[in-house]
């Protein structure tokens, strides 16, 4: 049986490559961050934002693995993506580690960081 974070991980992904800022919008904690491949710090509203000037042309997660810890689950997973922004298009492989937590409203994600794999 798939959990509700499994769910709620591939339909970031969904939204992500949609580039669906309502989905988003409901997926991402009110304080949340990213943490850049490049040690950039991002909040939601500017996580969200950034898709005014970029798009996926393909994002694909393999590696999936989640761990739970209590009202929390950690989804660590390796992705590759294409993807344009402001005009030029980039290719990047990373390792994502993702942090979910369960709240009143239910699970949300309250931090993602990536780290670059080179050139695999």
Request: hydrophobic fraction near 40%; glycine fraction near 8%.
């Amino acid at each position: 049986m798939i959990s509700d974070v499994h769910r709620l991980q591939r339909a970031f992904d969904e939204a992500e490559s949609g580039g669906d800022t309502d989905s988003l919008t409901s997926l991402l904690a009110e304080d949340f961050r990213s943490i850049g491949e490049q040690g950039y710090v991002l909040d939601k509203v500017a996580w969200i934002g950034k898709f005014a000037e970029f798009s996926y042309t393909n994002l694909q997660s393999s590696d999936v693995e989640v761990a739970f810890y209590g009202h929390t689950a950690i989804v660590r997973c390796v992705q590759r993506s294409h993807s344009t922004w402001r005009g030029q298009e980039m290719s990047l492989a990373v390792r994502v580690s993702q942090t979910w937590v369960e709240l009143p409203e239910g699970w949300r994600l309250a931090g993602i960081q990536f780290s670059s794999l080179g050139d695999s």
